[in-house]
């Protein structure tokens, strides 16, 4: 399923200097210039609502700094599109796998570093009517004489790979109603109540607003995904975007993602 750009908060006016933890993050205290430019963000798709808030702030605390359309996928997709020729400032992924592929792509600027962590949890209806436990649960038959409709992410995918980890870390050997390009997606047919239970990120849960219960998975805290940002080598605006960066993995850039259900690095 292709991911939906967002566009986030724009800003048109030149900020003086830094001041302390509020001030424009990657200035130093005193200084005259202001950072400038404007801003494409490539993320993975569990990152939606939590960057938008940190473009937002980050835009508001640097007036002349504005964000393009922010686009949020399967960060296999977004590293594809990338490859592609397609232009952005800021990657951010949620695993250490597809970052890698950026990186030997020769896509990335500089080290990508760590900003956050996140793991997965089985995500049911209010309530959790069929008594999903477990993984185990999920392979097993309910009073219908059918297992529950379980889907998940693509293997390629961050969502994906950590739940067949997870899968083999349990020895559960399960055959999803189907395989989404990305996290998102695959929230959304249990919303929907297309599917009785999908594997998704503690986040999207939390995210859910009521809509879906979690219930957490053997292993799944001792085996998080790791989510790498880093700067891109063909960014138009290198400055902003290392200082966006720099706010990202900032202690007030983690106290917003903590506020998502983001773990720290």
């Known amino acids: 399923m292709a991911g939906a750009g ?35 963000v490539f ?24 964000f393009a359309p922010s686009v949020y996928d399967g960060s296999s997709v977004l590293v594809t599109q990338l490859e592609g020729g397609a232009r952005a400032d800021v990657f951010a992924s949620a695993d250490e796998a ?27 209806a209010p309530g959790n009517p069929l008594g999903i436990e477990s993984l185990a649960d999920l392979a097993a038959p309910t009073a219908s004489g059918e297992p529950p409709i379980t889907v998940m992410c693509a293997a390629e995918v961050p969502c994906g790979g950590a739940a067949r980890t997870l899968l083999d870390l349990n020895g559960v050997a399960l055959a999803p109603a189907s395989e989404e390009q990305n996290v998102s997606a695959t929230l959304a047919k ?18 859910a607003d009521g809509e879906v219960d979690g219930v957490d998975i ?7 995904n790791a989510y790498p940002i880093a700067v891109l080598r063909e960014s138009a605006s290198p400055e902003a975007a290392r200082a966006f960066v720099e706010f990202v993995r900032s202690e007030r850039g983690r106290e917003l993602l903590a506020g998502y259900g983001f773990g720290a690095p």
């Open 6 to 40: 967002v566009a986030v908060g724009l800003a048109t006016a030149l900020l003086g200097c830094a001041s302390g933890a509020g001030g424009r993050p990657g200035g130093a205290a005193g200084s005259e210039e202001a950072l400038s430019g404007e801003l494409t």
């Open 43 to 66: 993320a993975a798709a569990s990152l939606q609502a939590a960057f938008d808030e940190l473009a937002a702030e980050f835009a508001s605390e640097n007036p002349g700094v504005a």
């Open 98 to 124: 597809n970052m890698e592929k950026a990186d030997e792509a020769d896509l990335l600027a500089g080290p990508a570093q760590t900003f956050a962590t996140n793991e997965l949890v089985i995500a049911v």
């Open 190 to 207: 249990v919303v929907a109540g297309e599917a009785d239970a999908g594997l998704v990120y503690r986040t999207d849960v939390r995210g």
């Open 218 to 224: 053997e292993g799944a805290a001792e085996n998080p």
